[in-house]
C-alpha cells in the first residue's frame, strides 16, 4: 500500500513529530532546515500535506510546485502568510490549530496583570542589576476588591474570569455577541454598556482582531477611564491604539500596562519600550513547553486526518475547483457570507436565529450557501475562529437556529438570496441580494426597502422619516466631518418612512454616527465595512 506523503516545512515540537514516526501509512519529511528553494522545489511537488509555521510562505510561488497537495496545516492560529483564496482555488484546504495556546495565553495574561500592579520587573531590576535595596519605592496594589473588565469572553476570556474570580477580583465581562448566561454561570457580571468596562480598576482585552476591534480602545475611551487604571493586552496588536496608549501612559492616566503584542512585529524600537510604567514581552502568549507541544500534536493529527480524507478540523477555507461548481453559484456564495456580515455589524449584538432563503436555481445549494452566510455573520465576533466547517456547529452550540426555506423563482429575479437575523433582543434584519450578469452582485432588498446597492465600501446605513430637508442635513454632517460620499441610495416604504444607504471614502467615526442620531427625523443610524 502506498504511503501518504507529509512534509514539515517548519520546525515543531519533538512530540508531534513522534506521531508522524509511528504512524505506518504516513512518509514524512522533516524538511525544517532544507533552504526554501530547495523545499519548495524538490520536496514539496511530492506532498500530499504539508505543516508550515511562520518562516514558510504559502505563496503563489509554492502553490505553483505544490502537483499534489490536498491540504496545509498552520501549526499555530495566524495565517498572514497563507495565501487562502489560492489554496481555494486548487482546492487546497487550509487549517490551523486555534486553541492550542489557550492555557499558555491565559496564564501570560494573568502574568502580566500581576507584575503591572506589583511592578516587578522593575523592582527586580532594581535589586538585581542596579544592587538597590529600597523596599519603599515599590508599593504596589492588590488585585483583591479591584474591578477587572474583560473584554472579549471566549475561550481565553472566560478562562481570564475564573482566575481572576480566585483572586477575589470583581469581574465584569464585555461581549455583545455572546449568550450573556455565559459569564453569569460562572458568577461573572455582563454587561451591554462598554462604559461600564471603562470604569474598571484593570481592562484586559480578548478579542480577535477585526474592523471593528481595531484601536477598539483609543483616546476618547482612555480619557473616560478611571486614572491609575492598569491596561492588559496579550491578544492581538492594535486592539488599542498604540498612541494614545502612550500618551496615557506617559501622562500617568495609565498606572502600568501590560503588552504581550504589537501592531507590528518585530517591535524592538517601539515608544512603549521608553517608559517605565510598561511591562512587555515578545508575543509569547504560546511560548510554553505545553502550548508547544499541543500545537505539534494538533497540527500532526490534523495533517493526517486530512491525508487520509477522514475530517479536516478547523479548516479556514473551503476548497473550490473551478471545473466542480457551476459559474453562476460561485458569486451568489460570497455574496451570501458578505450579507451575513453585513447583518452582524448592523445589528451588533447576540444572535437568537438565522434564516436563510433562496428563490430560483440557487436553492439547490442552499446548505452552501447557509455555511458561507453563517460564516460571515459570526467572523464579525469570532474572528479566524469560525470557519467553513465549523460554522453550523459553533453557531448551534451558542444557540443560534438555522432555518433554510428553497422557494420557486418568483418574477423580478431569476435568482434571489434572502438572509433574515433575529437577535436575542428580539430585533430583525432582512437583507435580500442577487447577482446580475458578469457576475455582478447586488444588495436589493433590506427590510422591506428596495434598492440596487453593490455591497462594498464603508457604509451608513440611514433609516428616517420621510420628510423634506433630511438629505441635505445627513450630507452637510458628513461633510463636517470631512467625509467625502462616494455613493447614495434611497429606499422608501408605505410607512412615511426611508432607508438610506451611503457608501462613504473615510472610517466612520463613532461621533459621526452619534451626531446623525441626533437629526430629528432619524429613526436608527448604524454602519458596517464590507
Known amino acids: 500500500m502506498s504511503k501518504y506523503k507529509l512534509v514539515v516545512c517548519d520546525h515543531i515540537h519533538q512530540s508531534g513529530l513522534d506521531i508522524l514516526e509511528n504512524s505506518s501509512d504516513i512518509e514524512y519529511i522533516n524538511a525544517a532546515d532544507e533552504p526554501k528553494n530547495k523545499l519548495i522545489e ?26 499534489n497537495l490536498k491540504a496545509i496545516v498552520r501549526a499555530g492560529v495566524g495565517v498572514d502568510n497563507v495565501d487562502i483564496e489560492g489554496c481555494s482555488k486548487k482546492g487546497i484546504v487550509v487549517m490551523n490549530v486555534p486553541t492550542a495556546n489557550t492555557i499558555a495565553a491565559v496564564e501570560l495574561t494573568m502574568t502580566h496583570m500581576l507584575s503591572c500592579v506589583r511592578q516587578f520587573p522593575y523592582a527586580h531590576n532594581n535589586l538585581k542589576q542596579d544592587r538597590v535595596w529600597r523596599r519603599q519605592d515599590w508599593y504596589g496594589i492588590e488585585l483583591k476588591g479591584k474591578k477587572l473588565g474583560i473584554i472579549g469572553f471566549g475561550n481565553i476570556g472566560s478562562r481570564v474570569g475564573i482566575r481572576a474570580k480566585a483572586f477575589e477580583m470583581d469581574v465584569i465581562a464585555y461581549d ?53 487604571v492598569v491596561l492588559i493586552n496579550c491578544a492581538r496588536g492594535g486592539l488599542y491604539n498604540e498612541e494614545a496608549l502612550y500618551e496615557g501612559l506617559k501622562s500617568g492616566k495609565i498606572f502600568m500596562a501590560g503588552i504581550d503584542v504589537f501592531s507590528y512585529e518585530p517591535a524592538t524600537d517601539h515608544p512603549l519600550l521608553d517608559l517605565d510604567n510598561v511591562t512587555v514581552t515578545p508575543h509569547l502568549g504560546a511560548n510554553t513547553k505545553e502550548s508547544q507541544g499541543n500545537i505539534a ?58 434564516k436563510i432563503t433562496t428563490e430560483g436555481e440557487i436553492g439547490g445549494f442552499i446548505d452552501s450557501l447557509s455555511t458561507f452566510a453563517v460564516v460571515g455573520l459570526m467572523s464579525e465576533s469570532l474572528g479566524d475562529q469560525i470557519n467553513y466547517v465549523n460554522a453550523e456547529f459553533v453557531a448551534k452550540e451558542r444557540g443560534i437556529d438555522i432555518e433554510k426555506e428553497s422557494l420557486n423563482a418568483k418574477k423580478g429575479f431569476k435568482n434571489l438570496l434572502t438572509v433574515k437575523v433575529t437577535t436575542k433582543e428580539g430585533n ?81 467615526t463613532k461621533e459621526l454616527i452619534e451626531e446623525l442620531s441626533k437629526l430629528p427625523a432619524c429613526i436608527s443610524v448604524r454602519s458596517a465595512t464590507l
Open 42 to 67: 524538490e520536496i514539496i511537488p511530492g506532498a500530499d500535506v504539508i505543516i508550515t509555521r511562520s518562516p514558510t510562505a504559502v505563496d503563489s510561488y509554492l502553490l505553483e510546485h505544490a502537483k
Open 176 to 228: 455583545p455577541y455572546i449568550d450573556p448566561s455565559k459569564a453569569t454561570n460562572l458568577d461573572i457580571a455582563y454587561t451591554k454598556n462598554f462604559d461600564d468596562i471603562l470604569a474598571c480598576d484593570i481592562i484586559t482585552i480578548h478579542t480577535p482582531k477585526t474592523e471593528e476591534t481595531i484601536d477598539m480602545i483609543g483616546k476618547e475611551e482612555i480619557a473616560k477611564m478611571k486614572d491609575g
Open 297 to 354: 500534536i494538533q497540527s500532526v493529527e490534523a495533517a493526517i486526518s486530512a491525508a487520509r480524507g477522514v475530517a479536516y478540523p478547523n479548516a479556514l477555507n473551503l476548497p473550490i475547483k473551478e471545473n466542480e461548481l457551476p459559474d453562476f453559484v460561485r458569486p451568489y456564495l460570497e455574496l451570501a457570507q458578505k450579507i451575513g456580515n453585513m447583518a452582524a455589524q448592523v445589528t451588533r449584538s447576540g444572535v437568537e436565529s438565522i
Open 428 to 508: 430583525t434584519i432582512k437583507i435580500a441580494g442577487t447577482v446580475f450578469e458578469d457576475s455582478m452582485q447586488r444588495v436589493v432588498n433590506i427590510d422591506d426597502y428596495a434598492l440596487d446597492l453593490e455591497p462594498k465600501g464603508k457604509l451608513i446605513l440611514f433609516k428616517n422619516n420621510d420628510e423634506p430637508g433630511v438629505i441635505g442635513d445627513v450630507g452637510s454632517i458628513i461633510a463636517k466631518h470631512k467625509i467625502n460620499i462616494s455613493d447614495f441610495r434611497l429606499g422608501r416604504n408605505k410607512n412615511g418612512q426611508a432607508l438610506a444607504i451611503i457608501r462613504v471614502d473615510e472610517n466612520v
